[in-house]
């Protein structure tokens, strides 16, 4: 995943090269994360990805954390994004909710600690920009 490019466009707040992806925009509500669990898992599956059960369990509780992050900031919709290359996949939310500041606060923190404490994630990171805060992890599957 090293190659892939997260980049701003003004349409929506992320676009993929060179890749597979897939995206869903969701209302930010407490259910999001339920509904964007199993359309992540039904894509990889649909790529041929056929991972071990824990690999599975794993994506799907990252999943969780990356979407409930979004929808604590506030906004109206989450979106979620889905990319996959080399046998890893990235899975982004997105949470629509501009003005947001720079800096995570304690309970941003511990998001990310508890998203690498699953170990298929290779990486992960958050930023803000107009359109909300990205949140992201990369896991090998």
């Known amino acids: 995943m090293a190659d892939t490019v997260v980049v701003p ?79 890893q996949a990235c899975i982004l939310a997105l949470s629509h909710c501009p003005g947001l500041t720079t800096s995570l606060d304690e309970a941003g923190q511990d998001v990310l600690h508890s998203i690498t404490a699953h170990p298929p994630v290779t990486g992960c990171g958050t930023d803000t920009g107009p359109d909300g805060r990205r949140i992201w992890a990369v896991l090998t599957l």
Not at 66 to 85: F, M, N
């Open 9 to 87: 466009t003004a349409r929506r707040g992320t676009g993929m090269r060179n890749r597979r992806g897939r995206n869903w925009v969701l209302e930010s509500a407490p259910w999001a994360a339920g509904k964007a669990r199993p359309a992540v898992v039904e894509q990889l599956g649909s790529w041929g990805y056929r991972p071990a059960t824990t690999v599975l369990n794993a994506v799907e509780e990252v999943t969780t954390l990356l979407i409930e992050a979004a929808v604590a900031d506030g906004g109206t919709t989450v979106s979620v994004h889905l990319s996959d290359q080399d046998g």
